[in-house]
């Protein structure tokens, strides 16, 4: 193979066989090579990846931060953008990525756009949103936290946000946000024990209702109309279950 580009996109996966195809045909012209590491699918989505060209790794789940950096371990250029399975660089922020001059002083943010029951987000705290996903390999690496994984680099290094949208098909349904809620509640919880963190007594009492009128009036998520009505809503009840899950760890202790 002959790299030109000299990025490699990763992408780490678990059951995204309706999304993978999609991500990985997004950055096939922007990167030097797709690689996709995958925690044991019970779907096609190897296959898939494997069809569209991506070097496919199935590495056991420790968490995301791990996934990541075993993926960047894989790849034969110093230049890494992480993606999810569901999210695709829009015209702009490909056409970004094939005229930039990486320098290696620099971490490279992109603009998440999610889209939420059919409609795009632009407020409620999901946009603007940058993210650190285009960095140096000998530069950066992901921690091992449970949920929200951060990419981790020196403090010389400068943050540069680039133009365009990383678009992010997270939430195709209800259903699919409640899902999504439980799993990371679950892991919030976990964290905060593993953390030793204790929730306050405001947390307890008024932490769900804080967040939801933090989103839909601080943030604005009523010019979201009802979309933003509903994350608002969801996210009152992240908190709410976030507070149940970690009280149950304190019983089973």
Request: hydrophobic share 35%; charged share 25%; glycine share 4%.
């Amino acid at each position: 193979m002959t790299l030109t580009r000299n990025i490699s996109a990763v992408i780490i996966t678990y059951n995204e066989a309706h999304n993978i195809a999609a991500c990985i045909k997004s950055v096939a012209e922007i990167v030097d090579e797709v690689i996709v590491v995958d925690a044991n699918s019970k779907d096609n989505t190897v296959s898939v990846a494997k069809i569209l060209g991506a070097k496919v790794f199935v590495n056991d789940w420790i968490s995301y931060g791990n996934q990541k950096n075993f993926g960047v371990e894989q790849t034969q250029t110093d230049w890494i953008l992480s993606i999810d399975a569901d999210e695709r660089p829009d015209d702009k922020l490909r056409e970004t990525i094939k005229e930039i001059n990486l320098q290696q002083d620099k971490i490279y943010a992109l603009n998440v756009k999610t889209n939420y029951l059919g409609r795009w987000i632009r407020y409620c705290g999901w946009y603007p949103s940058y993210k650190n996903r285009l960095y140096n390999k000998h530069c950066a690496l992901w921690n091992g936290e449970l949920v929200h994984e951060k990419l981790i680099f020196e403090d010389k290094f400068k943050v540069e946000r680039l133009p365009g949208n990383l678009l992010h098909y997270s939430y195709p349904n209800i259903e699919h946000h409640h899902q999504k809620i439980k799993k990371y509640a679950k892991l919030t919880a976990k964290k905060w024990k593993l953390q030793n963190k204790h929730p306050g007594v405001f947390k307890k009492l008024f932490g769900p209702s804080f967040r939801f009128f933090k989103t839909y009036i601080i943030r604005l998520g009523i010019l979201d109309g009802r979309e933003g009505f509903m994350i608002s809503k969801m996210s009152y009840l992240l908190v709410k279950e976030q507070l149940k899950y970690y009280k149950q760890l304190d019983y089973r202790r």
